[in-house]
């Protein structure tokens, strides 16, 4: 039955265009259930318990954990059905939202739990004072000022279909994209003004010494600098300060030379299934984050993707690619906000700075990929390595977890695949992606080698519950959805310290631990 259950799970859904299959179980950190869907009670998963109910089917357990990736015809032809109506092509996350909760039948409530009736007196003072929370939410209002935004209709019809669902805690609509030295945060300490000034000295002198900048960088970088500094780890600017200027206007006149030369060509027979696939990607891109549902910003990625896609024809687009884009478009973002990110309209900006921010996320996120291409060529070479290596190396540092594995049927490419493949996007908030991104820009081949020990380092540190299941689909649905939500610098730091040690033991020494 186990070698069965692990089969019909990795059925192919020949229905979704794209180099990658769909990797069951991507889902977004749960949140407000109402806006968002949640699940029934019996069907929720208690990770802690070690009497986890089980779905009564397999195919139950499947639909449960459907990715974000999986569409079918009717969702495809309602989710284009209004391109034509709007002048960037983009549908609305409004009508994505409502679409979701109509395609998923784990966002219905079951009969069995209706609540008794209520009359319309009392439903309409719920709906009030969930309307008041909603608009209140984190201490501050959230406003929408275009159709890409979750609208006031969306929430009601969400309350009314969910009010059987029990009463969970609120928590933000996202944990915080800026890290501690944002706007609103406590004064800076001592030894953070002093690594501060530390950056700004570094930064400041005639040629730029980024062995040094490497060294500061390993630990996190102030958000004040951020932005200068990942231009030049990644490779963008050249350290010499005399010449940045001349060549970021250089790069950003030759992206926007691709633009005019390459984007009229996406509805072109030759180019319209990648577009049509970056098309319906694109709202799916932190679906939860105001700031990314908005019209001018999905356009962004959209050139972004294409243009990058028609330029690396070896690979192509591949689904997860969207992720890679959006650290750079905040932290380059970041640079010209002073409140929060995610609830930014990226229409105050000045024309000439939304230009800016998009060719310099284009040519950063170019630099990223030339590393880790052969992730996303013919077959993606590179991602069935690095599982077989993490799977390698898990052996060595934690046998009884890689048993674990082996006595329940879980391939590691079931779930480390996605690890790879979106740089654990998908298991981290946002906010810690930046904070792993700036050591991975300060290590030596950060994005095609020590992920591989982060990735290593996180599967141990949910040693516990993973030892706790006891059954293949709890192993799955615990390692697909891993409680990351609530993390921020302190959690990261220290992820990456166990990644460096592991890289220091292992790295150089291909044969330590070797039964």
């Not at 089969?7 to 977004?28: C, L």
């Not at 030049?232 to 970021?248: D, H, M």
């Not at 310290?497 to 790295?507: N, P, Q």
């Amino acid at each position: 039955m186990a070698t069965e259950n692990r089969i019909n799970f990795w059925r192919r859904n020949t229905k979704v265009p794209g180099s990658v299959q769909p990797v069951y179980g991507a889902q977004h950190p749960p949140l407000d259930p109402r806006l968002r869907r949640t699940y029934p009670k019996e069907t929720k998963t208690k990770f802690n318990n070690l009497k986890t109910k089980k779905a009564s089917s397999f195919h139950e357990f499947a639909r449960s954990t459907n990715d974000a990736w999986d569409i079918d015809d009717e969702e495809d032809e309602d989710f284009l059905a209004p391109a034509s109506s709007l002048p960037s092509g983009l549908p609305s996350a409004s009508s994505h939202t409502q679409q979701s909760e109509a395609d998923h039948p784990e966002s219905r409530v079951s009969h069995r739990q209706a609540p008794p009736r209520k009359d319309a007196q009392t439903l309409q003072e719920e709906e009030e004072e969930d309307e008041e929370e909603f608009e209140h939410f984190n201490g501050k209002v959230v406003k929408s000022s275009s159709d890409a935004h979750l609208s006031t209709s969306t929430v009601r019809s969400t309350l009314h279909k969910q009010q059987s669902l029990p009463v969970r805690p609120i928590i933000p609509l996202v944990a915080r994209i800026s890290d501690q030295n944002a706007s609103g945060a406590p004064p800076m300490t001592v030894r953070e003004k002093s690594r501060l000034d530390k950056f700004k000295h570094l930064l400041s002198s005639l040629n730029t010494d980024l062995d040094e900048l490497r060294k500061h960088s390993w630990s996190g970088i102030p958000r004040e600098v951020r932005p200068i500094t990942w231009r030049l780890l990644s490779g963008y600017l050249p350290a010499n300060k005399e010449r940045r200027e001349q060549v970021l206007q250089r790069k950003r006149e030759e992206y926007f030379g691709f633009i005019e030369q390459y984007y009229h060509s996406r509805t072109d027979e030759h180019y319209k299934d990648t577009y049509r696939q970056i098309h319906i990607d694109i709202p799916r891109t932190n679906p939860l984050i105001p700031l990314f549902q908005q019209p001018a910003v999905q356009e962004v990625f959209e050139r972004i993707l294409f243009i990058w896609a028609i330029r690396h024809p070896a690979s192509g687009y591949v689904q997860g690619i969207n992720d890679l884009v959006t650290p750079f478009f905040v932290v380059f973002l970041s640079e010209f906000v002073t409140e929060d990110v995610e609830n930014f309209e990226m229409a105050a900006l000045p024309l000439a700075t939304q230009r800016n921010i998009e060719a310099d996320s284009f040519w950063c996120m170019s630099k990223l990929l030339d590393g880790i291409q052969d992730n996303y060529t013919f077959a993606q070479p590179g991602i069935q390595n690095k599982v077989k290596a993490l799977e390698e190396l898990v052996s060595r540092i934690d046998e009884d977890i890689h048993n674990h594995f082996k006595r329940y049927e879980v391939e590691y490419l079931q779930f480390a695949f996605r690890w790879m493949n979106n740089l654990l996007m998908r298991e981290l908030p946002l906010r810690c992606t930046i904070r792993l991104w700036d050591t991975y820009q300060a290590e030596a081949e950060g994005f095609s080698h020590f992920h591989l020990y982060v990735c290593a380092a996180f599967l141990i540190e949910w040693r516990k519950e993973i030892l706790s299941m006891v059954d293949f689909q709890g192993l799955l649905m615990l390692l697909q959805n891993l409680p990351t939500i609530h993390w921020g610098n302190e959690e990261v730091g220290l992820l990456l310290a166990e990644a460096y040690r592991l890289k220091y033991m292992f790295a150089d020494a291909p044969s330590h631990y070797k039964r």
